[in-house]
């Protein structure tokens, strides 16, 4: 089970950088470019991009095919922008991550993104992250939050669940590193060899521990094991599958192995087989 349970961190960890790093950034220079037209209504204090729209902040860079950048004015002129809503063909690129999606709305004050859309996903190398309704990022609180049939690819891997979230701290880099990767409801995590099914799951970046509670189901080819939870050490390589309380007492976990099955023996005396010829014309 150690492969599996570290996928959660491979791919909950990189959308990240992509939604929270204008946050960083906020006290640097907004810059807007579109194809068409940039609108200024000074009444409603907003700057209106349309066709093939480039926004700029920092190392992000957001494109769209409209923008409405909402701002307040300061003082000697200063434009501060509290809110860019883009529509149609957003994508959110903070190298080497991206983020795509129909809609997004992005807070600058509070580093909070929203994405939006049918064609929902979070990429980075050859691991993909979708989702049906929305994935947020709060950078208040430092979580990431994936809704809607999420679900995670990295190469022939897959991991979903009903909703995937991750909290995030600074590293001794003084980097954001994802520091608990959670799953809730329906978490099927499939691999090459076996697939891991559960209700619930944790995973806690430091500790390098892994716990999948509820109805946790392991299959590997025709073997399985069954139990209500399971703890993984990713250090040490070793898993526990426990029932309900401890498996010595009141709850009982199941393991069912199969052995390889030998092939079948000709029987003594019987006719071999034909060999096919083919037809002549």
Do not use: C
């Not at 080497?96 to 909070?112: E, F, I, L, S």
């Not at 929902?120 to 979708?130: A, D, E, P, V, Y």
């Not at 189901?217 to 209500?228: A, D, I, P």
């Amino acid at each position: 089970m150690k492969k599996h349970l570290l996928l959660a961190v491979l791919f909950l960890a990189a959308p990240r950088p992509a939604l929270a790093a204008p946050a960083q950034a906020s006290q640097q220079p907004v810059t807007i470019s579109a194809a068409k037209s940039l609108t200024w209504d000074r009444k409603a204090k907003t700057y209106t991009a349309t066709k093939d729209v480039i926004a700029t902040q920092g190392k992000v860079t957001l494109r769209s095919d409209t923008l409405t950048a909402h701002y307040i004015s300061g003082r000697n002129g200063a434009a501060n922008v509290t809110t860019l809503d883009a529509d149609g063909g957003v994508t959110i690129t903070a190298p080497p991550y991206t983020a795509a999606g129909d809609h997004a709305v992005y807070r600058v004050k509070t580093g909070n993104a929203v994405l939006t859309g049918k064609n929902l996903q979070i990429t980075s190398g050859k691991s993909i992250l979708t989702a049906q309704d929305r994935i947020e990022y709060n950078s208040h609180d430092g979580t990431m939050t994936a809704i809607g049939s999420p679900k995670a690819v990295k190469g022939p891997d897959t991991l979903t669940a009903d909703v995937l979230s991750a909290s995030f701290t600074k590293n001794a880099a003084g980097k954001m590193t994802a520091r608990t990767i959670t799953a809730h409801g329906h978490v099927v995590i499939k691999t090459v060899s076996e697939t891991a099914m559960g209700d619930n799951g944790v995973y806690n970046t430091t500790t390098q521990k892994a716990v999948l509670t509820g109805n946790v189901r392991v299959l590997q080819g025709k073997n399985w094991l069954q139990g209500t939870r399971a703890d993984v050490d990713m250090k040490t390589g070793i898993s526990r599958l426990s029932g309900k309380g401890d498996a010595a007492t009141d709850g009982r976990v199941t393991g069912t192995f199969y052995p390889q099955q030998r092939k079948k023996q000709p029987v003594a005396g019987a006719p071999a087989a034909m060999p096919q010829t083919k037809a002549r014309n």
